[in-house]
């Protein structure tokens, strides 16, 4: 994966739902581009940050065995555009796990409102499945969960495992 649009995740719940954040900035080089003097976050980078976070969920949930990538977008509704200087929270939620695909819905959440839904079909692909033609059967290099998401996925479990503690001390 080469570039990662979520900066972190807020609450995590293996196999069930995340939340991840998103914060726009100026800095970021697409802002510049994409409608010079009006920055608006593109929607299909809004909609690849809900594809990470509910890929990391599904991918968690199958222990990383299988590469999830994005089969298709089902549905997408956005009520407004994002500027630079908001703050997005991606909430994904799996709503079907079967071995050659998973389905996750996807909500933004901008100060507290729901701004956009997205609803998201992730291909499995095996683990002999490999990016290129020549690499080996049986490769196991996972190019969608890269060593740059791995503070991420360590992020998430961290959360489940505190959510989990702290539902076993009520």
């Avoid at 939340?19 to 581009?33: C, G, I, M, P, W």
């Avoid at 500027?83 to 695909?101: H, K, N, Q, S, W």
């Avoid at 819905?105 to 033609?133: M, R, Y």
């Amino acid at each position: 994966m080469r570039w990662i649009w979520l900066d972190g995740f807020t609450a995590f719940e293996s196999g069930v739902r995340a939340r991840s954040v998103k914060n726009l900035s100026l800095a970021e080089d697409h802002f510049a581009q994409h409608f010079p003097g009006f920055p608006v976050m593109p929607a299909s980078l809004i909609i690849e940050g809900l594809a990470q976070t509910g890929g990391i969920l599904v991918g968690e949930k199958l222990d990383f065995k299988e590469k999830v990538v994005l089969g298709k977008v089902l549905r997408a509704k956005f009520e407004r555009e994002f500027l630079a200087g908001e703050t997005l929270e991606y909430d994904a939620e799996v709503l079907m796990i079967r071995p050659e695909g998973s389905t996750v819905l996807g909500k933004v959440f901008c100060e507290g409102k729901c701004e956009a839904e997205v609803e998201i079909f992730f291909a499995h692909l095996g683990p002999s499945w490999s990016k290129s033609d020549a690499a080996p059967a049986g490769n196991d290099e996972n190019f969608v969960f890269s060593s740059e998401l791995k503070s991420f996925i360590n992020q998430a479990r961290r959360l489940d495992n505190q959510a989990k503690a702290k539902a076993g001390s009520v």
